[in-house]
């Protein structure tokens, strides 16, 4: 089946300390994966996305490498800020008979001050 | 970029009424929408597909008789919450696939709404 799977939260960080959320999937077919951050009390923002093999998506200092022999798909920001304080959602899309997103269960990131 | 908004942000209801809920793009046309459910802490559950014009698809376990979605424009999806009880109460996220980049896949979210039923 399809699924994603994240560490497990919280990450408790200082400011401008190296972050990675590790992320791996599996998948019937050629997903597209995604990073969503969910910030305290709204909805989900796309964060980056990468559609083949090798693809590296970056945005705001944060990349991810779609990497297709491992099945992973890790965040990883190498300074980060208080204002990253958020929920980070790795997700994948498959065509089965119709395009769903599967979300992993998400990572709180706590970047103290 | 591609905006999707959600109305109300937030409501509080009495248990046994209905609450509508309205997921707008607001510049794209979008054929297909989605609609969540967030519990605290937790991911999100998807629980209807909604494509317009037609009737929307259900996840298992999700009762289509209690949640309604109506997909009636390619702007505008409603989830009505009928007969709501406390544990309706939840984050409800609504999401729209833009119909013009839709091999893309991606979804773009609105920012949610909190329905509390007393």
């Known amino acids: 089946g399809n699924s994603v799977t994240q560490m497990e939260g919280p990450v408790t960080l200082s400011e401008e300390a190296f972050l990675t959320i590790n992320c791996t999937y599996t998948a019937t077919g050629y997903p597209s994966l995604f990073w969503y951050v969910q910030y305290p009390g709204e909805g989900l923002q796309l964060l980056l996305k990468a559609t083949k093999a090798d693809d590296k998506g970056s945005n705001k200092g944060f990349e991810a490498t779609y990497r297709k022999e491992t099945t992973s798909f890790h965040l990883e920001k190498g300074s980060v800020q208080v204002s990253d304080s958020a929920v980070y959602f790795c997700?994948?899309?498959?065509?089965?008979?119709?395009?769903?997103?599967?979300f992993g269960a998400g990572t709180r990131l706590f970047v103290k001050a | 970029g591609a905006v999707v908004s959600q109305h109300p942000s937030w409501v509080i209801c009495k248990s046994g009424t209905s609450v509508k809920i309205e997921c707008r793009s607001l510049?794209?046309?979008?054929?297909?929408m989605f609609w969540y459910r967030q519990f605290p802490k937790q991911s999100l559950m998807l629980m209807a597909t909604?494509?317009?014009?037609?009737?929307?698809?259900?996840e298992q376990g999700v009762e289509k008789d209690k949640f309604l979605i109506n997909h009636a424009s390619l702007t505008l999806s409603t989830l009505t919450v009928t007969s709501a009880h406390p544990e309706d109460s939840s984050f409800y996220i609504c999401s729209a696939r833009d119909r013009i980049s839709g091999i893309s896949n991606t979804q773009y979210f609105g920012p949610g709404t909190r329905l509390t039923v007393l």
């Open positions: 997700a994948l899309i498959v065509n089965t008979g119709g395009f769903k997103t599967i």
């Open positions: 510049d794209f046309q979008a054929t297909t």
């Open positions: 909604s494509n317009e014009g037609s009737k929307a698809t259900y």
